[in-house]
């Protein structure tokens, strides 16, 4: 009998601790992670908006992404701010990447944000998007967007449609 040790969907993962201090052994890549890589890596190179952006894709795994942008000047509102469309649109993508790293397409049916700091022209933003739970067509994630000072400057929560549609 064959047994697969590899987190699934929807079921809790916790990694190894190591009692000498050394830092744990991080898991192999699953196949589910090598699918959201590839899954990513395409809805990216077709994504003109994300692109514009500038978002570049820092990790990828099954549910879970970690992308990064750098606001610029034509971003900022009429205050000199990042735009708060500027945000939600980076945390959306993140959530995007997160919500269809199985390759199925998902859509967003809900999102909401919350904007605890200001977000400046010159920031490197951070967004980290995880799934949270699932249902048999939904799908919960949140985001967190930071500074590159590791302040919390968006927080975000969306929930997708899952069509059970293959991505192209």
Not at 119 to 136: H, M
């Amino acid at each position: 009998m064959s047994h697969d040790h590899r987190p699934r969907r929807g079921t809790l993962h916790i990694d190894r601790i190591s009692l000498t201090g050394a830092a744990p052994t991080p898991p192999a890549p699953s196949e589910a992670d090598a699918t959201a890589r590839d899954v990513v890596a395409r809805m990216l190179a077709k994504d003109a908006f994300s692109q514009w952006l500038g978002i570049k894709v820092l990790d990828v795994a099954d549910t879970r992404a970690v992308i990064q942008m750098t606001v610029r000047p034509e971003m900022a509102n009429g205050f000199g701010f990042a735009h708060g469309g500027i945000a939600f649109a980076f945390a959306d993508s993140a959530h995007a990447f997160c919500s269809n790293s199985a390759g199925e397409i998902s859509v967003a049916t809900d999102c909401h944000i919350s904007y605890p700091a200001a977000i400046r022209v010159g920031d490197v933003l951070t967004a980290t998007a995880e799934q949270r739970t699932e249902s048999n067509r939904l799908g919960f994630s949140d985001i967190v967007v930071r500074n590159q000072d590791g302040e919390v400057v968006a927080l975000f929560k969306g929930t997708v449609y899952r069509t059970r549609k293959s991505l192209p």
